[in-house]
T-cell receptor, first 115, second 113 residues
Framework: DTAVSQTPKYLVTQMGNDKSIKCEQN?????MYWYKQDSKKFLKIMFS???????INETVPNRFSPKSPDKAHLNLHINSLELGDSAVYFC??????????????FGEGSRLTVL | GESVGLHLPTLSVQEGDNSIINCAYS??????FIWYKQESGKGPQFIID?????DKRQGQRVTVLLNKTVKHLSLQIAATQPGDSAVYFC????????????FGKGTTLSVSS
């Protein structure tokens, strides 16, 4: 009955590979997000989707491509992985009613290590 | 760069003490602020929020204070417990739909018994 679930929790891969992280929320929320947390714990917004529509796309390399097949899912695909992509990636969601207020419900994170 | 920052990266307190975690923000257009707690290996969890039309809000053992004049936010934790040990983030947001929460760098709170 996990509210926001991400898979995989850990991912170790070589430079140049392509990988995906999946996220699902069962809260019935309309808006989903991807945040990146670096080694210094800084959390930075990457993308946001509202009801399958991309609404926030921060300055993120084109190698990162989010996909939202429905409003309960937001996946993140990363091409040609680089060392600097190593981080913890957090998926989050928010209900439409709090879209303007911004309270987010986070998943447990997916730790990506690029060797 | 980030528009929200914290004064201290770490804070160590004794069990039972009151803790105060500070945050300075730079975007005067922000009108909504949240404190999150992140335990090791977990995602951030909501603690308390406050809108810009308020200067104080209380929860269970926590109080958030907002000083818009100096763009300062603080989180007070009463009777700090070992379970409060975590990284604490303040985050801000503008009132417009379509803007995201912007997080500060985080303060690591360590509680010793």
């Amino acid at each position: 009955d996990t509210a926001v679930s991400q898979t995989p929790k850990y991912l170790v891969t070589q430079m140049g590979n392509d990988k995906s992280i999946k996220c699902e929320q069962n809260l019935g929320h309309d808006t989903m997000y991807w945040y990146k947390q670096d080694s210094k714990k800084f959390l930075k917004i990457m993308f946001s989707y509202n009801n399958k529509e991309l609404i926030i796309n921060e300055t993120v390399p084109n190698r990162f491509s989010p996909k939202s097949p429905d409003k309960a899912h937001l996946n993140l695909h990363i091409n040609s992985l680089e060392l600097g992509d190593s981080a913890v990636y957090f998926c989050a969601s928010s209900p439409r009613g709090s879209f303007s207020t911004g309270e987010l419900f986070f998943g447990e994170g997916s730790r990506l290590t690029v060797l | 760069g980030e528009s929200v920052g914290l004064h201290l990266p770490t804070l160590s307190v004794q069990e039972g003490d009151n803790s105060i975690i500070n945050c300075a923000y730079s975007n005067s257009a922000s009108d909504y602020f949240i404190w999150y707690k992140q335990e090791s290996g977990k995602g951030p969890q909501f603690i308390i929020d406050i809108r810009s039309n308020m200067d104080k809000r209380q929860g269970q053992r926590v109080t958030v204070l907002l000083n818009k004049t100096v763009k300062h936010l603080s989180l007070q934790i009463a009777a700090t417990q070992p379970g409060d040990s975590a990284v604490y983030f303040c985050a801000e947001k503008g009132y417009q739909a379509g803007t995201a929460l912007i997080f500060g760098k985080g303060t690591t709170l360590s509680v010793s018994s």
